[in-house]
């Protein structure tokens, strides 16, 4: 109700600092904004902005979902298994995979929602228990030999775009379009700002909470296939932590950790901060290491402002 | 008798924007007597009391204890001068045992390590002053909540409070947990600790009290010596004001014989055996105290909270709501107490509000009719004149009575036909609380009904065609319009 203008900025400071960062990087090496780059980044960003979306469902109920790095694990795990070693063809490995991704989420909002556990150790306990599955069943080494065709959805290109990418704006836009245009998105905001006023507003905060575990599990599961595609071979560390870059992505688009607050366009520009954040390191030789550090101190002031703001807004 | 007052609260003033919760409050308590404190819900009871601990401080007054003058208090200063409140919430540790919360805080240790025989020792022996039988090494969360209790108050012994307010002390307990508090109570008068009672209970202020301190309106009343007093003049002091508000007229609504809620032994929650009728068109309120278990039997009706036994008749038929989805799709609405926490989606646009319970019904598949959803948000804007420059507006940027607008809005929309208030123009500013009288009776007349709690008298007498009161989950009375009278509702409130 303030300042309209300053509202105004708050909202896009996100999308200023993602081009502040990019002029930045630029400028230390001209081979960044090189086309070919470019694309690599958008490439890479693929698998982090898909499984975001899911992540943004999660935090708008002030919820958190630890399970999605070996969700996107064992689904590389099982696509591959389910080609390589059972017959299956493409398209059912690839929706049985899929289908896996939701059942972990329905089985995440099954002990968060029916039995009662915190969000944050339910998933815990999936992180770790689908983490080990997936090494029973790949023996703990790479899988791999695919159809040819299936390396179309993580390396084939549309015309000059490719096709992860054409796949991760499709996912942003349905994330979005469940936000701002179902019934059930309302919900999600209704949920992370109060469960008890949602709860006497008819809301079935049960069911909501379930879907929302779902989605995200769907959307890692996708993010897995996409990831599987990509690197044509399934390794059983290749979604190791990947929650952490995810849940940077979505706090750092704005969406509250508390719930109830975020915007799914916002998202897009969190992804794509940490999209060059981590390609910029690399071509400006930034050690592994020192790049753990940094991630780590992005995602402490994305948290760290929103807390603040909240802060500011009680006292 | 002069010079042994322990604590004087000298003409005391507390003001909070635009309301006066105390309006210059005089008492005071001698060594080894107990004063109790009573008046309505909102007379500022517990306001005075957390002037004493520091909790709030007075906009103008004193406060003098053992002769020393402060302007106000402090927690810190309020230990230190031995003065303690026993909350209804305890302020224990479950996990740990009662000797280590009977020194919590301030720990006998060697070092750093906790003495922890010493402590038990120290606790053995504060318990036996009371009288009290208690294994110091029990986990608190292990003990009744009467023991919580009682070590609780040992707590406050134990640091040499000398003045010892209690809260509402006897709501949690049974009654005889009742009876052995009061031996507590007796014996520390005995060993000359003055103690402030405050209890709706008026049977317990005769038993207990010395000397009777009665509030209304944030004002100071009288002080009743007990023994010479009558509980009739208590009642008379209590709720003696002259009716003054006025509230808006309305045409008789009511459809004599169509019942559209019935209420058959409802037990549950903390109530028992509720029977109630509400006819078409009526406005029944429902008088008691705070804690009386009127909000208890709404979340009954509501399906926020499952009946144990009794039936439910919603136009006739018997219903069981197990969730408040079930009963907002039967018509059944409510408004809650507390409109911030459990009334409105502060963080969600007053569209959103508004539509939230129906947006599966105005939705293809599971797409929003956008269109529909603005028609629903504009009509009720402009129906219940919520004043806002865009309906996207957030509900927490919204003042007290627009935000009620807004819930009210919510369940028109969901086409309720009983609407439950629970204290309904708790926390808003007189004009708005006229609005929203105004809106009750237009209500009214679109074929509503309406189940209002209240606990300002005026405003229950002002607005209800029935009154029913509650007094510890139980009906005491019933009472038509021209059976109103603030003396009888506040005794039937009391249980007298």
Known sequence: MKSTALNIIKEKAIWMVFVALFLVFAFANPLFVSSSNLFTIARQVAVLGIASIGMTFVILIAGIDLSVGSIITLVNVVGAYLMVNSGFGMVSAVLVSLLVGMLIGVLNGFLISTIGISAIIATFATQTVFKGLAYILSGGTPIYGFDERFKIIGQGYLGPVPVPVIIMIACFALGSFILNKSYFGRYFYAVGGSEEASRLSGILVGRTKYLVYALSGLFAGLAGIVMLSRTNSAQPTAGLGYEFDVITCVVLGGVSITGGYGKMSNVVAGVLIIGILTNGMVLMNVSTYMQLIVKGIVLALAVGFDSLQKKRATT | ?496
């Not at chain 2, 003495?115 to 606790?123: I, N, P, S, T, Y």
């Not at chain 2, 009706?301 to 439910?312: D, E, L, Q």
Request: glycine share 8%; charged share 25%; aromatic share 4%.
């Open chain 2, 1 to 496: 008798m002069k010079d042994n007052y322990v604590l004087q609260l000298q003409n005391i003033t507390k003001e909070y924007p635009g309301v006066r919760a105390l309006n210059d409050v005089s008492l005071e308590v001698k060594e080894g007597e107990i004063l109790a404190l009573i008046g309505e819900n909102g007379a500022g009871k517990s306001t005075l009391i957390k002037t004493c601990s520091g909790a709030v401080i007075p906009t103008s007054g004193k406060i003098i204890v053992n002769g020393k003058e402060f302007a106000h208090m402090t927690p810190q200063l309020a230990k230190e001068n031995g003065i303690a409140i026993i909350y209804q919430e305890f302020n224990n540790v479950k996990g740990l045992s009662a000797a280590e919360n009977l020194f919590l805080g301030n720990p006998i240790r060697k070092g750093i390590i906790i003495d922890q025989k010493a402590m038990e020792k120290e606790a053995e022996k504060a318990f036996a002053q009371l009288n009290i039988k208690i294994d110091p090494k029990t986990l608190v969360g292990d003990l009744t909540v009467g023991y919580q209790q009682m070590v609780e108050i040992a707590k406050a012994i134990q640091q040499d409070a000398r003045i010892l307010i209690m809260d509402e002390p006897s709501a949690p307990l049974t009654s005889a947990e009742v009876e052995s508090m009061f031996k507590v109570c007796e014996l520390l008068r005995s060993k000359g600790v003055a103690i402030i009672y405050i209890s709706h209970r008026l049977e317990e202020i005769y038993r207990l009290s010395d000397r009777i301190v009665v509030l209304r309106d944030g004002s100071y009343v009288k002080t009743l010596i007990t023994k010479d007093s009558h509980v009739d003049e208590l009642i008379r002091l209590m709720v003696g004001r002259d009716l003054k508000e006025t509230y808006p007229s309305r045409e008789e609504c009511i459809v004599e014989d169509e019942i559209i809620l019935e209420l058959q032994n409802l037990s549950g929650n903390g109530d028992k055996d509720i029977n109630l009728k509400i006819r078409k068109g009526e406005v029944l309120g429902l008088g008691g105290l705070v804690g009386a278990g009127r909000t208890e039997l709404v979340e009954m009706i509501f399906g926020s909270v499952r009946k144990t036994s009794g039936k439910i008749l919603f136009k006739g038929k018997e219903i069981d709501p197990k969730s408040p989805r079930e009963a907002i799709d039967l018509g059944i609405a409510l408004v809650p107490e507390d409109r911030k926490r459990h009334g409105a989606l502060l963080g969600v646009s007053i569209k959103n509000n508004i539509n939230m319970p129906i947006y599966k019904r105005i939705s293809r598949g599971s797409v929003i009719d956008s269109r529909q959803e603005m028609d629903v948000a504009q009509k009720y804007q402009k129906d219940l004149l919520i004043k806002t420059p865009t309906l996207n507006q957030l509900v927490k940027n919204l003042s007290g009575g627009n935000q009620q607008k807004v819930i009210i809005g919510k369940w028109l929309a969901a086409n309720s036909e009983l609407i439950i208030f629970d204290e309904p123009t708790r926390g808003i500013d007189v004009g708005a609380k006229f609005e929203i009288y105004t809106l009750i009776n237009k209500l009214l007349q679109q074929g509503k009904t309406i189940l209002l709690i209240s606990s300002e008298m005026e405003e229950l007498m002002g607005m209800s065609d029935r009154i029913m009161v509650l007094y510890e989950g139980r009906v005491t009375g019933e009472l038509e319009r021209n059976e109103f009278d603030q003396n009888t509702i506040m005794r039937m409130s009391s249980g007298v």
